[in-house]
Structure formats: structure tokens, C-alpha cells
């Protein structure tokens, strides 16, 4: 296993800082029993009676689903651990657990569900638009682009290899349109929009700004549904994020450049401006920009941190399903941050390097990583050798970086 050999690499064996009280999302009390509201709603609130031990022997946190024991685990530092050993278990629960609910979530320009387990976890489900094979035309705008679901579950993976680990969990799964959606579905609006199409097949479409409509339908065979499955990061109530503007957003405009396209020495500018100014920020934006490129994903115009860490803490890397969209061109634009201000990160640029090597190779890493999603293959093979040429790419923007 080229992954397992990774994985024990020293490079992903840097002790990351020490975890205090302050640097945990949740403070909790592992022998602290969990249990509902009476009143039925999703919260779990702490049961001042709990017994230390459970009668099973085994303490409260134990009997925790995986769900909850991922929120608690979210630091300052991380998402999830390297070696985190509930990973496993949370992204079979996604692939397999019984849907009670289907709801459209609001807001996007495309369709989207939130569906909730009988364990009260919660995924943001994406369905299939197009096939492996499809690549966006050469003549669409990155903004009017579809988003896959085959990439949400391969930039998991993708930001996992590159030992980041700012994408929640993702786990491919094939759900019925008719018993996991149509039927259980409480939401009147998305309700109206089921119907069966000429060819006998379970179609729905929603509503959003963008790509809801009969002729943008999603359509079952006769009622099975590819899907992407994201762990839901803990609700905003409870840990609250912000968001940010990234500096090289682009113009969103068929015309229109940003200025980051028309000034070569905007980085300086960046470098001055809060919070780009101190810490690692900067970097940290330049990783990000790093997991665009080898994904070709042009759309990032926002990232999101916990709020309580402040400006030091890592970003979080959501809404990746614009890339993985084209295979035969790399769009080199996406690597600007890198370009203008010539900094990376150490231990990220000796990933990259070992990750171009041939018992390492990023291809082969990430296809043995997506081997194990049940919608396997996840990326169409040409996908998967574009990784390693702009892998190529981005160690040869460095090379000009060192020269300079």
C-alpha cells in the first residue's frame, strides 16, 4: 500500500502543538452522559445524573456516535487527526445509515440536501449532475459550471493526502430517490417538484438560483441517485464561523478582470492588510490555492474559519464540487497567490516533492484512497494523471520563486 507507506512517512509524522482546553471548538466532559431534549429537537444536552461508567464498562464518551465525537475532536490546529481512528466509522455512517429526513438546504445557486440520521447526524447530500467522463466545455464560465459530486469526495481525499485536513468527511453513496427523499421529504417546496419522467424514471428538481428547473432535473434509474455525503461541521449556534473574501477572488463578470489579474505586485498589497499581515494566514490561503490547482477549481471566492480561534487557526476548505471539472487544461491562474509572493509553507513544499516521487506518486496515492468509497471509481483516469502533471506545475512555480 503506496497510502499506508505515506502515511508513515516522517513528513506526516510532525508533531502538531500541544491541544489545550483553549484550543478545543468544544470543552467536554468525556464521562458526561449525552442524551436528547425531551422536547425532541436534534440537541443533545449533557445529563447531570450519568453514571461514570456505563453498564457495559465502557465511559459515556464510548457511547458517543461518530458524528458527535467528530465535533468534539475539532481544534484549533486540525479538523481531524492524522491517524484518526474514528474516520473509518464516520464515513461508513454516511454511506450507510438510514435517512429519516430530507430537506433542501437554502441558499447556492444549485440543489442540495441536508439529510439527518436516526443517530440525529446530519450530511449535506450533492446528487449526481454529469458523468465521470464529462468535462466542462472549454467555452462555459467557471461560474456557470456544474458542481459534482464525484469531486466532493475526491477533494476529501485529495486534502487528506495533502495532509491539510480542512475538508469534513466525505463518502459516496447510491440513495433512493422515491424512500430516502420523496417519501419522507417535509419540505413542501421541493415536494412540488418530483415527477416521473417519459422514460419511467423518479425526477426531481428543487429550488435555487441557478439550476433548478424540469430541464435541469435529476433523474433516478429508476430511482437510484449518485450522491456525495459531507459531514455537517457543528451548527453556527454552537461554534460560530466567519467568513472571508479571499484577495483573489475572481471578478465573477464575462468581462470584467479583478485586480489581482492587472497588478503583478498586488501581493505586497495582501502582505500589509490584515489578517494577511502577521501568523500564518497567507500560507495558509497558499495551501489552499495549491488544492485548487490540482483540482482545477477556479471557484473559490470565500473561506471560512471557527470564530473562536481568532485569525490563528487553519481555513476551512468547503464547497469543492467545481473542481475535478476538466482534465485536459490547467489553468495556471489559479496558482497566483503562489506566483506574487513566492511563499509556501516548508513542510507543504517537501509533501509536494514527495508526493512527485515514484513510490509516492500523488496518482496513485489518491486512486488507492478513492478504491474504498462505495462509488468507486471516483475520478475518471485522465483526472487522476492531470494530478501529477500539475503537481509538475506547481514545484516548477516554486523552481521560479527560488531562482527570483
Excluded at 492524522?82 to 474516520?87: A, G, N, S, T, V
Excluded at 419522507?184 to 419522467?197: C, G, Q
Excluded at 503562489?338 to 509516492?360: D, E, G, I
Aim: aromatic share 10%; proline share 6%.
Amino acid at each position: 500500500s503506496k497510502l499506508a507507506a505515506l502515511f508513515k512517512h516522517p513528513l506526516y509524522n510532525i508533531p502538531v502543538p500541544e491541544v489545550t482546553e483553549k484550543d478545543k471548538l468544544f470543552i467536554v466532559n468525556p464521562m458526561e452522559k449525552f442524551s436528547l431534549h425531551s422536547s425532541g429537537s436534534d440537541e443533545w444536552v449533557s445529563s447531570s445524573k450519568a453514571e461514570t461508567l456505563l453498564p457495559t464498562g465502557k465511559t459515556a464518551y464510548d457511547s458517543y456516535p461518530a458524528w458527535l465525537k467528530f465535533h468534539i475532536g475539532i481544534n484549533r490546529h486540525e479538523l481531524y487527526p492524522r491517524r484518526d481512528p474514528l474516520l473509518p466509522t464516520l464515513l461508513r455512517d454516511l454511506a450507510t445509515q438510514r435517512i429519516v429526513s430530507s430537506v433542501q438546504k437554502s441558499g447556492g445557486t444549485q440543489l442540495k440536501l441536508i439529510m439527518t440520521f436516526p443517530n440525529y447526524g446530519q450530511a449535506l447530500f450533492k446528487p449526481m449532475k454529469q458523468t465521470r467522463d464529462q468535462e466542462t466545455p472549454a467555452d462555459f464560465f467557471y461560474f456557470s459550471d456544474f458542481e459534482r459530486h464525484n469531486a466532493e469526495i475526491a477533494a476529501f481525499h485529495l486534502d487528506r493526502i495533502l495532509d491539510f485536513r480542512r475538508i469534513p468527511p466525505v463518502s459516496g453513496r447510491l440513495v433512493n430517490i422515491t424512500k430516502e427523499i420523496w417519501d419522507i421529504t417535509t419540505d413542501k417546496k421541493l415536494a412540488k417538484t418530483f415527477f416521473i419522467s417519459p422514460a419511467g424514471n423518479v425526477c426531481f428538481y428543487g429550488e435555487c438560483s441557478y439550476y433548478c428547473s424540469t430541464e435541469h432535473a435529476l433523474c433516478g434509474k429508476p430511482d437510484r441517485l449518485e450522491g456525495s455525503m459531507a459531514a455537517l461541521l457543528p451548527d453556527k449556534t454552537l461554534a460560530k464561523r466567519r467568513s472571508w473574501r479571499s484577495p483573489w477572488r475572481r471578478s465573477y463578470h464575462k468581462s470584467k478582470k479583478a485586480e489581482w489579474e492587472l497588478n503583478p505586485n498586488y501581493c505586497a498589497r495582501v502582505r500589509e492588510t490584515p489578517p494577511y499581515d502577521r501568523g500564518h494566514r497567507l500560507l495558509d490561503l497558499i495551501d489552499m490555492t495549491i488544492l485548487d490547482f490540482l483540482m482545477g477549481n477556479m471557484d473559490r471566492h470565500h473561506y471560512e474559519t471557527f470564530e473562536k480561534f481568532g485569525n490563528d487557526t487553519f481555513l476551512l476548505h468547503l464547497d469543492n464540487g467545481r473542481g475535478f471539472g476538466t482534465h485536459s487544461r490547467d489553468e495556471l491562474s489559479i496558482l497566483a497567490p503562489l506566483q506574487q509572493c513566492c511563499s509556501m509553507k516548508k513542510s507543504t513544499y517537501l509533501r509536494l516533492q514527495l508526493l512527485a516521487t515514484q513510490p509516492y506518486r500523488l496518482s496513485d496515492v489518491l486512486r488507492e484512497a478513492l478504491a474504498t468509497d462505495p462509488l468507486a471509481p471516483v475520478l475518471a483516469e485522465p483526472h487522476l494523471r492531470a494530478l501529477d502533471r500539475r503537481l509538475g506545475k506547481v514545484l516548477v512555480a516554486v523552481g521560479h520563486c527560488l531562482a527570483r
